[in-house]
């Protein structure tokens, strides 16, 4: 089998590509085609660069032609490729709809040009929406209500649209937060783990009592390895973690693994339309056949040791990367200066 896998030098995007040597060994070749934005870090994929059976190709996946050569001979696409970051989209940047979207539109025309035999588009729990009580279910109405979500939810409904209009054999994933090895250090759980290393501060929004469903990365790559073979075309698929925690419960659990006082926290004006709660109903996966679930607090000790043992993959992104610090100060540097050891009121 060969796979295009896009945005595969990326956090989720690296680990399944491991992943997929690891399944399927000289059985699979893989194409990983990456724009290599600010997210990306060709080192997270340094074990298997040197593969006969891995290829890599620098380009847009919103560029046809980048995306023609690409796919060239592929007989699947994983499409990871994908600007990720809630706060970076509320900054009004033009790339989520142009990736997130458009990108899509160009992957998907492609695949119907060359009748592939399956698409995946890695969605996310965040087209939903937030939720009280409950969880969603595949068949839930989509509710995205930040930038991020929004663009997701157009490049998730495009996908569905070309299995619905013209039998391309798209299966579309929709996953909780993810956390683990090779994630940048803008989201919550690595930042907080380097912030905390070093002894900075950790900006928790609002009141730290927003709720998400934590996955460990190496599972979520089992479920795509898994639904490349056993996804049904057509159909939509929500992979969850099972461990539902508010953020200030991972942020003490973070301290206490590294041995770091409470006082590093600091309650900092909240994300303009902080989504309150993410659940999912992961019950048709399982049905499928699919059971893989680290325990949280396994995965969260063996992500915090990653961090610890791999300095040389962080630091010259959060020291040395001109743009990273632009973005720190950013977004945090107000928020830290009028930041409290109390909590928030929820934005
Ligand atoms: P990431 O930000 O770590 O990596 C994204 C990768 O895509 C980078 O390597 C980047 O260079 C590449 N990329 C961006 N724009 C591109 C373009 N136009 N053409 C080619 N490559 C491009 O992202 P991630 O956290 O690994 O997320 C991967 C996918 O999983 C995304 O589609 C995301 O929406 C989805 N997802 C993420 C989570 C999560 O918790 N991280 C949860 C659910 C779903
Ligand atoms: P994040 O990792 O950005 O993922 P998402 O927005 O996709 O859920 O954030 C996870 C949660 O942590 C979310 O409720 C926002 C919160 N958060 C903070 O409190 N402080 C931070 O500095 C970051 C990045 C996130």
Redesign the pocket.
């Known amino acids: 089998m060969k796979v295009l896998v896009?945005?595969?030098?990326?956090?989720?995007?690296s680990n399944f590509v491991r992943r997929l040597f690891e399944s399927r060994g000289d059985g699979v070749t893989v194409v990983n085609?990456?724009?290599?934005?600010y997210?990306?870090n060709p080192a997270s994929l340094a074990d298997v660069a040197g593969r006969r059976n891995y290829r890599f190709v620098k380009?847009?996946?919103?560029d046809p032609d980048m995306v023609r050569l690409a796919m060239d001979g592929c007989d699947a696409v994983v499409?990871?490729?994908?600007?990720?970051?809630v706060d970076r989209s509320l900054l009004g940047d033009a790339?989520f709809i142009?990736?997130?979207v458009r990108?899509v539109f160009v992957l998907l025309e492609e695949a119907r040009r060359r009748r592939i035999a399956k698409f995946i588009q890695?969605?996310?729990?965040?087209v939903y929406g937030t939720i009280a009580e409950g969880s969603f279910h595949e068949d839930s109405p989509l509710n995205p209500r930040n930038p991020y979500a929004a663009s997701?939810a157009g490049g998730d409904r495009l996908a569905y649209s070309y299995w619905a209009s013209y039998g391309v054999p798209v299966v579309v994933t929709?996953?909780?937060?993810?956390?683990g090895p090779y994630?940048?250090p803008e989201?919550l759980i690595p930042l907080f783990v380097t912030n905390a290393i070093d002894g900075h501060p950790l900006p928790l929004y609002g009141d730290g009592r927003n709720v998400r469903d934590w996955?460990y990365v190496k599972d979520h790559a089992a479920a795509i390895d898994f639904l490349l073979d056993a996804g049904e075309p057509g159909e939509t698929y929500n992979i969850a973690g099972g461990n539902e925690a508010e953020n200030i419960e991972i942020t003490h659990k973070v301290l206490a693994l590294l041995q770091k006082p409470k006082s590093l926290i600091r309650f900092v004006d909240d994300r303009p339309g902080h989504d309150r709660r993410y659940s999912l109903d992961a019950g048709k996966l399982g049905r499928l056949g699919f059971r893989s679930v680290t325990p949280f607090d396994e995965g969260l000790a063996e992500t915090v040791r990653w961090y610890g043992e791999r300095e040389d993959w962080w630091r010259p992104i959060k020291e040395r990367d001109a743009a990273y610090q632009e973005f720190y100060k950013t977004q945090y540097g107000d928020r830290l200066a009028t930041s409290s050891s109390t909590a928030k009121p929820p934005g």
Do not use: P, V, W
Request: hydrophobic share 30%; glycine share 12%; charged share 25%.
């Open positions: 896009t945005g595969g030098c990326g956090f989720i995007g085609l990456d724009k290599l934005t997210a990306a380009g847009d996946i919103a499409n990871f490729a994908a600007e990720t970051h790339s142009e990736t997130d990108g890695i969605s996310t729990d965040e997701k929709r996953a909780s937060n993810n956390y994630q940048y989201k996955l």
